[in-house]
């Protein structure tokens, strides 16, 4: 299984970006998806989590109210809307895939990994 983000960039504060995650080889429609994110110096954080069926989606505290995730499982894709950038969103993003298909908030429960994409905001 193969995960490749894109959509990075470097935008304005208060710009908005679309991150998508395709993912190759296996069940996409099986695998619950999720992004984090990992600012220099810190830990890597959770941002949002979307069940294998698309039916549940939880948030980091950091992403309520400004960013969206989303699945297509006809194009093996996840996406992650952000609005209202700030320059605290400055990190690396990353996707991930669990195939146990809940939509979990740690870490630990995801099996495959992307390599990350970079999103930098100007303030």
């Known amino acids: 299984v193969q995960l490749v983000e894109s959509g990075g960039g470097l935008v304005q504060a208060g710009s908005s970006l679309r991150l998508s995650c395709a993912v190759t080889?296996?069940?996409?429609?099986?695998?619950?998806m999720a992004w984090f994110r990992q600012a220099p110096g810190k830990e890597r954080d959770f941002v949002a989590t979307?069940?294998?069926?698309?039916?549940?989606?939880y948030y980091g505290d950091s992403a309520k109210g400004r960013f969206t995730i989303s699945r297509h499982n006809g194009k093996n894709t996840a996406y992650l809307q952000m609005n209202s950038l700030k320059s605290e969103d400055t990190a690396v993003y990353y996707c991930?895939?669990?195939?146990?298909?809940?939509?979990?908030?740690?870490?630990?429960?995801?099996?495959?990994w992307g390599q990350g994409t970079q999103v930098t905001v100007s303030s």
């Open positions: 991930a895939a669990d195939l146990g298909g809940g939509a979990l908030k740690y870490e630990g429960a995801y099996e495959y």
């Open positions: 080889g296996g069940t996409f429609s099986r695998y619950a």
């Open positions: 979307i069940s294998s069926s698309g039916g549940s989606t």
